[in-house]
């Protein structure tokens, strides 16, 4: 596709249910980040992949958070048992490789948990 | 730890020039600027490297003091357009960019 593309755009969920965020990168692009935004914050890196291969994780407030990137292209970013903090809009981002290129984020996926 | 960006807000009439600087702690790779609007994906404005390679969009400028781990964005002769909020996201190592608090930039007529 022209851009990436994230799915839902909006999710809701009760206390203590799972969610699963899609994220599809621009074509041929390496790498993928997922970050977190707050509102009125800047984005907060969570963790990301280059190729299938997850090579930092280091952001992942917990270990309900967890991403996956099997073949290389689609990203999804899982969180387990959410809880009221989780809600954020979380971006995904794409890049030809995952240093000294610039990366290009999608639309976002806000996810509001009640 | 996250960079620093100053000023935290800016009011301009068109055309106005503007500077937005953003001060980092440690020693940087890269800086990547970008301007996101409200309910917006951030959008993609330039890039500079370490030794001084940069990338963007032809009508934005900016500036990488690698000594002093700083870089400045310049905004000349604004639209109303321009508006938004302003990140830079400073990268030592690896991709993975560490955001700055945000520059709120409103254009008015």
């Known amino acids: 596709g022209a851009g990436v593309s994230q799915s839902p755009r909006y999710k809701v969920a009760k206390r203590g249910q799972d969610v699963a965020l899609r994220c599809d990168p621009i074509s041929g692009h390496v790498s993928l980040f997922w970050y977190q935004q707050a509102l009125g914050q800047g984005p907060e890196f969570l963790t990301y992949f280059q190729n299938e291969a997850q090579l930092d994780k280091s952001g992942l407030p917990s270990d309900r958070f967890f991403a996956e990137r099997p073949e290389g292209s689609v990203s999804t970013l899982k969180i387990q048992r959410t809880q009221q903090e989780d809600s954020a809009v979380y971006l995904c981002a794409s890049s030809l490789a995952s240093v000294g290129y610039e990366q290009y984020f999608g639309p976002g996926t806000r996810l509001t948990v009640t | 730890q996250q960079p620093v960006q100053s000023p935290q807000a800016v009011i301009l009439r068109e055309g106005e020039d503007a500077v937005i600087n953003c001060s980092s702690s440690k020693a940087l790779y890269s800086v990547h600027w970008y301007r996101q609007k409200h309910g917006e994906a951030p959008v993609f404005l330039m890039i500079l490297l370490k030794g001084g390679e940069q990338k963007g969009h032809e009508k934005i400028s900016a500036s990488f003091n690698e000594k002093k781990q700083q870089s400045s964005l310049y905004l000349t002769a604004s639209q109303l357009s321009y508006s938004g909020t302003y990140f830079c996201?400073?990268?030592?190592?690896?991709?993975?960019?560490?955001f700055g608090q945000g520059t709120e930039l409103s254009v008015k007529p």
């Open positions: 996201g400073t990268s030592n190592q690896g991709g993975k960019l560490i």
